[in-house]
């Protein structure tokens, strides 16, 4: 069943309209978007009374690159796209870090991101600014919404049993879905804990703040902008296929995952540097982590379309068919 191609009924392409697997989406987000949400509202009224220590700027930067590398490393790259894979208990960390990010348990992540792959800015992608369902949006900013935070929202659920039936036979998979509520407890309770060891209790209820929820909270937007500003700004470098665009603000915050044209291009590559001005901080940690043995069966476009290089280079309209139908 090729990317695109125009299916009506949603049950053929693995997509429930069942109202209660629905409502039950719906709250399971309502959860994970409002938890850290309210305690960013509450940032400006506790900051007012306890200063921004070094501690707590820290607790940020470092709980936020945690989090960056297991949802771009962990989530995307590894799980989602198999472009490398990774040793036991590094695939046990890039997984407990990508799932304090509070963007839902690992196999719904993984499923929905298949299916956005699969239906790529064509109906029933599951986030695009261009479809909601079966329907255009006409509107940008409707387009926008959608792509940012509507879709959590909407009717729809992805079928784990099509999109991600090799992770239902993965028991670490499995168990770290169900143990997705520890994880957002964690995600929250360890910077609370390196603020109290390194400051005491007032230092720690800053950390909670700042390196749990606002750093969460700003995340998710990153992410999410990925979904929403990168299938609109920016430039189609790779293919044309769809909206993806490469956007340096993005791509910056996410450490490389916004040149999200490339990525679309070839969606098994390990490394989404195409052009030498191309950070891609993720890509050059899977690279540093085969070179220490940590990871092996790392996929770059040779080993996807048969090119003769190790680079990701643009590839032609053949090879970019190639590379998406290689996508799990």
């Not at 989406?25 to 850290?36: D, T, V």
């Not at 509070?102 to 790529?120: E, K, L, M, N």
């Not at 470098?237 to 340096?248: F, G, I, Q, V």
Request: a positive charge; glycine letters at 8%.
């Amino acid at each position: 069943m090729s990317n695109h191609e125009q299916v009506t009924d949603p049950l053929q392409c693995g997509i429930s309209l069942e109202r209660d697997a629905a409502n039950s989406k719906r709250i399971a987000n309502l959860i994970s978007i409002g938890i850290p949400l309210v305690g960013t509202a509450y940032a400006p009224l506790h900051f007012r009374h306890y200063s921004i220590g070094w501690i707590a700027l820290s607790s940020f930067v470092l709980f936020y690159i945690a989090i960056g590398i297991g949802i771009g490393l962990g989530f995307h790259r590894y799980l989602t796209h198999k472009s490398f894979l990774p040793v036991r208990w590094l695939k046990w960390t890039l997984l407990v870090l990508g799932s304090f990010a509070f963007q839902g348990p690992v196999i719904r992540w993984i499923a929905d991101h298949r299916r956005h792959h699969r239906f790529s800015d064509h109906p029933w992608d599951t986030h695009s600014p261009l479809f909601n369902e079966l329907h255009p949006i006409h509107s940008k900013f409707r387009g926008l919404w959608h792509a940012h935070v509507g879709w959590m929202f909407d009717r729809t659920t992805t079928d784990y049993r099509v999109y991600a039936p090799d992770l239902l036979r993965d028991r670490d998979c499995v168990l770290l879905e169900h143990l997705y509520p520890l994880w957002m407890f964690l995600s929250l309770a360890l910077p609370w804990l390196y603020g109290f060891l390194l400051g005491g209790a007032d230092v720690a209820w800053s950390c909670l703040i700042l390196g749990g929820c606002v750093r969460t909270t700003v995340f998710h937007n990153v992410v999410w902008g990925v979904n929403s500003i990168g299938h609109i700004f920016g430039s189609r470098d790779a293919t044309k296929r769809d909206s993806s665009r490469n956007n340096l603000l993005l791509a910056l915050a996410t450490f490389g995952e916004g040149w999200h044209n490339n990525h679309h291009a070839a969606p098994r590559c390990a490394y989404n540097r195409w052009k030498w001005y191309q950070i891609d901080l993720n890509g050059i940690l899977i690279w540093c982590l085969g070179k220490s043995g940590l990871v092996k069966d790392i996929v770059s476009t040779h080993n996807v379309v048969g090119l003769p290089s190790d680079t990701c280079a643009p590839l032609d309209a053949a090879e970019v068919t190639t590379a998406n139908d290689a996508v799990l």
